[in-house]
């Protein structure tokens, strides 16, 4: 814990990746991702919550959602995080189709229905917008289906390290 008073973490607070169904989930997109792209997304070596804390804290950017009729953000690494502009649970509270503008929306459910149909793309590049208005293009995404290892749907994930923001210097 820190001595600074403006840190808002408890003494006794689990970290994000250290929450048991956080770590669960982990393991699904990791294994998924594998499946999908014959790769693995990042080193696997280690306890599952070393590989939940390694994904948590990567470079890449990792986001994924559930099988809602309107899916819900259910998990955004500490770079998405920054990205979107939101901690977690205002993360995990929004409907996925927030982080596209209204005008991308369409778009952004086509991608996502090829991704469903094909089990993966790897080669998305759309416009998305984090809580305060910043829009970033997204290049080179990929986009999966999460399944477990019966091959059950559980939602999508996708991952990325090339965005820029829309009519700003400021890049990844």
Do not use: C
Not at 31 to 54: C, H, M, N, P, V
Request: glycine share 4%; proline share 3%.
């Amino acid at each position: 814990m820190s001595d600074n008073p403006t840190d808002s973490r408890k003494p006794d607070a689990v970290a994000v990746w250290q929450q048991p169904n956080v770590v669960e989930w982990v393991q699904l997109l990791l294994s998924s991702y594998r499946q999908w792209l014959a790769k693995e997304l990042i080193d696997r070596a280690g306890t599952f919550q070393e590989q939940s804390e390694r994904l948590f804290e990567s470079s890449l950017i990792v986001v994924s959602h559930g099988l809602e009729d309107d899916p819900i953000l259910n998990y955004g690494n500490q770079k998405a995080l920054i990205l979107w502009e939101m901690d977690w649970s205002q993360f995990t509270h929004t409907p996925s189709r927030l982080t596209a503008e209204h005008i991308n929306q369409a778009e952004r459910a086509e991608m996502l229905r090829k991704a469903k149909s094909q089990g993966y793309i790897d080669d998305y590049r759309g416009i998305r917008i984090s809580k305060t208005g910043k829009r970033f293009v997204v290049e080179r995404a990929i986009v999966w289906n999460v399944v477990d290892s019966q091959g059950l749907r559980h939602g999508q994930a996708a991952t990325f390290s090339t965005w820029s923001y829309v009519n700003a210097d400021s890049h990844s």
